[in-house]
């Protein structure tokens, strides 16, 4: 396979955060149009239960947005119309709701393979289950719940037979998330209730074409990316990624490309931005679509990242939950964050600076710090002596409180 152009590793780091939104300029008061621009440079918010900060939906928002009312999301999943909808996208995660159609294969392939996944749920008691999500509207598993003891050792949770059930429905699209409690468990609804008509009467897509759209829109969030990369985004093969790039191609839509650096090549989307610069200052989740795929982030930003929210604390180098920081075009630090909301106090546990950080690493965190706590609604922002930033970064917030 042969490449057109070659590009440097900050030719392709700026095309890939311009890709994900950090080249659009910032809206004073973000809105709605704020969050579908938002929306589609991202493709999806991944979803996770991990609350030690902000939940992982609402901060790829806040990275690319600054503070925003997070109600924007709510009513994106929630209201009407109705503009994202939950599925297995890259893993859990809001997506628009034009996406359901394109998943059907997915789905399809979750009800053949439904005795490997789920195996052991009687085919009575999923009608069962269906029915009465039917008759009573969006329920949680709670709601449902059969009665059976649950046994809470080891990892995670022996699930009832009704959770399981509802899992299994809403995974072959029979049922659909139509929200979210204050618990975070999930309320499921007939995909009749949550989703547009016009979208539940899409055409469906056969195999090929739905993994070449996903393969598009991927191609199009990273800006310039291999088919490894490409595949990830979505949770496709990279076999059949690659198969769809090429495609793509050949359509004119991408263009094969090599990156300095990258061991494998690369495919460049033909509305791909490289932008002069990129004036970013932001904090980003460790599920934030720009630091998914830890290699890509390796190969990007010369950045080594593992999360270590599994990792037994004692062996943890940096922390429990760590957000990298993004400055212009490069991470120059990170930083383990805690959100003691009894005291009102943006916790940071451990700040480290990457070797190549700029002399403006420390004031630049301060100043970012103090604008997350204050869409969290902290008053204060307290910092641990761990870390080599710690020192410098505690001074900059001392001097300007």
Request: hydrophobic share 45%; net charge positive; glycine share 6%.
């Amino acid at each position: 396979m042969q490449s057109s152009q070659s590009l440097s590793r900050a030719q392709a780091r700026r095309i890939a955060l311009a890709a994900q939104g950090f080249a659009d300029p910032r809206h004073a008061v973000p809105t709605m149009r704020t969050f579908q621009r938002t929306l589609a440079r991202t493709g999806v918010l991944q979803v996770d239960s991990v609350n030690v900060l902000q939940r992982a939906h609402f901060m790829p928002l806040y990275s690319r947005m600054g503070p925003y009312d997070v109600d924007l999301l709510k009513r994106a999943a929630e209201g009407r119309p109705r503009r994202v909808v939950e599925y297995w996208a890259h893993v859990q995660a809001f997506m628009p709701v034009e996406l359901w159609p394109v998943m059907r294969f997915r789905m399809a392939h979750y009800a053949e393979r439904e005795f490997k996944w789920w195996p052991g749920i009687d085919p009575m008691l999923r009608e069962r289950v269906l029915k009465e999500v039917e008759a009573r509207g969006p329920v949680t598993a709670r709601d449902l719940d059969d009665g059976e003891v649950r046994d809470k050792g080891g990892w995670g949770w022996n699930w009832s037979a009704a959770r399981k059930a509802l899992d299994l429905l809403y995974m072959t699209g029979q049922l659909a998330i139509a929200g979210r409690n204050s618990q975070f468990e999930v309320r499921y609804d007939l995909p009749e209730r949550v989703l547009p008509a016009e979208v539940l009467a899409s055409r469906h897509l056969d195999e090929d074409e739905a993994v070449r759209e996903l393969i598009r829109r991927a191609a199009r969030s990273h800006g310039v990316a291999s088919a490894h990369c490409l595949g990830d985004y979505y949770r496709i093969k990279v076999g059949p990624a690659r198969a769809a790039a090429e495609e793509l191609v050949a359509a004119g839509e991408l263009e094969r490309v090599s990156v300095e650096g990258w061991r494998r090549p690369a495919y460049l989307h033909r509305e791909a931005r490289l932008p002069r610069r990129i004036g970013a200052r932001a904090l980003l989740s460790p599920f934030d679509p720009v630091v998914w795929e830890r290699d890509r982030t390796e190969a990007l930003f010369e950045f080594f990242y593992r999360i270590e929210i599994y990792t037994p604390a004692a062996q943890r180098v940096h922390g429990y939950y760590v957000l990298p920081f993004l400055l212009g075009d490069r991470i120059v630090g990170r930083v383990d964050l805690k959100a003691d909301r009894p005291t009102r106090t943006l916790l940071v546990q451990g700040s480290f600076a990457e070797p190549s950080a700029p002399v403006e690493t420390a004031a630049e965190l301060a100043s970012e710090l103090r604008r997350l706590a204050g869409w969290l609604g902290l008053d204060d922002v307290v910092v641990a002596p761990h870390g080599d930033l710690a020192g410098a970064l505690a001074a900059e917030l001392a001097t300007a409180s």
